[in-house]
C-alpha cells in the first residue's frame, strides 16, 4: 500500500486534504485532524466508477459520531474530473452536521484500482 498525503490551508483558513492512492486494499487514515470527535467516512469504489464521469453525482456517507451520539447515513455531493490519462479526481464538500463546519477532500484514484471488486475506502478524522 501506498499512501501521499499532504495537507493544505486555503486563502479562507480552510483546511484542504489530498490523497494519492496507489493500493488495492482498504485505506484507512486516521487523525488527519488533531482534536476532532472522532468519525467515520465510509463509500464503495466500484459504484462511482460506473457513473458518467462527465457528469456531477451524490455520494451517500455515513457519518459515526460516538461522542454526540450521532449515526446517520447522508448524501454530499461530489463531482468528476478527468486530470490526466492516468488521474481520475473527484472532490465534495463533507460537512459535520453537529458542528456546522466544512471540510473541502480532494481525492485521486489511479485506474489501477478501477479494475477491483468491492473496494471501500475508510476515513477517519480528529479535530
Same mark, same amino acid.
Given at each position: ?8 490551508? &486555503? #486563502? =479562507? ?10 493500493? *488495492?486494499?482498504?485505506? %484507512?487514515? $486516521? ?33 459515526? &459520531? #460516538? =461522542? ?10 461530489? *463531482?468528476?474530473?478527468? %486530470?490526466? $490519462? ?42
Amino acid at each position: 500500500m501506498a499512501i501521499q498525503l499532504g495537507l493544505t490551508r &486555503n #486563502e =479562507n483558513e480552510e483546511d484542504h486534504i489530498l490523497i494519492h492512492l496507489e493500493t *488495492e486494499d482498504l485505506l %484507512r487514515l $486516521e487523525r488527519i485532524f488533531k482534536g476532532m470527535s472522532h468519525c467515520l467516512v465510509e463509500y464503495t469504489i466500484p459504484e462511482i466508477l460506473s457513473l458518467d464521469k462527465s457528469q456531477k453525482f451524490d455520494l451517500k456517507l455515513q457519518n459515526n &459520531n #460516538e =461522542n454526540i451520539g450521532l449515526k446517520q447515513t447522508r448524501t454530499d455531493y461530489f *463531482e468528476w474530473k478527468q %486530470r490526466s $490519462e492516468t488521474w481520475y479526481i473527484f472532490r465534495g464538500i463533507i460537512t459535520e452536521m453537529y458542528r456546522n463546519s466544512r471540510h473541502e477532500m480532494f481525492f485521486e484514484l489511479t485506474k489501477d484500482i478501477r479494475n477491483q471488486d468491492n473496494i471501500k475506502i475508510f476515513i477517519y478524522w480528529e479535530k
